[in-house]
């Protein structure tokens, strides 16, 4: 048996029956599922409308607000925010890793590490992630010792404690010494220009408040008309991840401040004195006037759909285009990289419809995808 059916045969086993425990546990997550659904599809009906409310939120919190049509919009808002030489953490994102923006930074000079286990070890070895929630889950414990190993020069040990606490004193420094802290977005708020970030590690809410600057990337389609809405999806995505309750969920609205003289409120206080979000195209506002792939932007990225696919979990993890994977990534594939071929992979089994809160068609956006594939070769 390889490493990979190893450690995915782990990862089933650990990641699916807990999920099912949640939601029997908590039966309320499923009305909160339907109610995002029917915010997500409200901001998708009138998204432009949302776009600039949410973009007029954060102006008017104290943040500022971009809108990036593709990726190198993206890298250029976030050089021209960063410049060179820094000391910049990353939160796990999605759209960060689609716009390139470590690498990016790398080549500008300056010292950038992921704080997100699973995407640090991901750097490590140089190789792409294949979970969106869970980018390692290709790595046996045995494995990621060697590599911590060999990489960070300290010998783990053999539990799965040992291999965090090693992590943890590595990436602490790396908090207290940041200039720039980047993540994504769980959840938008376009009322009050408030983003929402749902995690368990803790690095999410270190890297945006211990350095001076905070930078948040994330898709148009993460955007929800209001506070109420966005809480509700951060819990959707981590309840249907299999990890509730949270530990952590962050709300960021502009930079710090406070109102304890004369209860007047003045910024910057202990956080962040900056505060940016970049809001990115990148086909998707394309993708939304299609009505089919319109569905895709429901997407809340809890991978659940992942382990519930025969095909991906048949193979190793290669169902998508980097950070896009599985049946989810076969969809985002299309939308950000015009690339339908990944859609070829899927066998129509119906697992993933089953199981995504959303309640995404996702084989028939996927057969939908695979006839633009083959339109696209009689067009050569």
Known sequence: MSDWDIAIKRGIEH???RVYKVLKEHPYLEDLARKVREGKIEVLSKLDYYIDMTMKSVESIGGKAYFAENTEDVREIVGKIVGTNKKVVLGKSMVAYESGIRKYLQSKGNEVWETDL?????QLADEPPSHIIAPAVHMTKERIRDLIKEKLGVDP????EDIVKVARD???????TADIGITGANAVAADSGSI??????GNIRMTTVVPPIHIAI???EKILPNLEYAMNEALVQAAYAGLYPPTYVNITSGPSSTGDVEQKRVSPAHGPKEFHLILVDNGRKKANEDPVLREALLCIRCG???FHCP????????MGDPPYSGPMGAMWSGIVYQDYKPALLCSHAGNCREVCPMKINIPKVLEYLKSKYFESIRKQ
């Open 196 to 201: 929402v970030l749902v995690e368990n590690e």
């Open 118 to 122: 699973g995407e640090l070890l991901i």
């Open 304 to 306: 659940r759909c992942h």
């Open 157 to 160: 040990g053999d539990t799965h």
């Open 15 to 17: 990641n699916i029956p």
């Open 218 to 220: 994330t898709g148009v």
């Open 170 to 176: 590595f990436l602490r420094q790396k908090f207290l």
């Open 311 to 318: 095909v991906y979990r048949a193979i190793d993890g290669k």
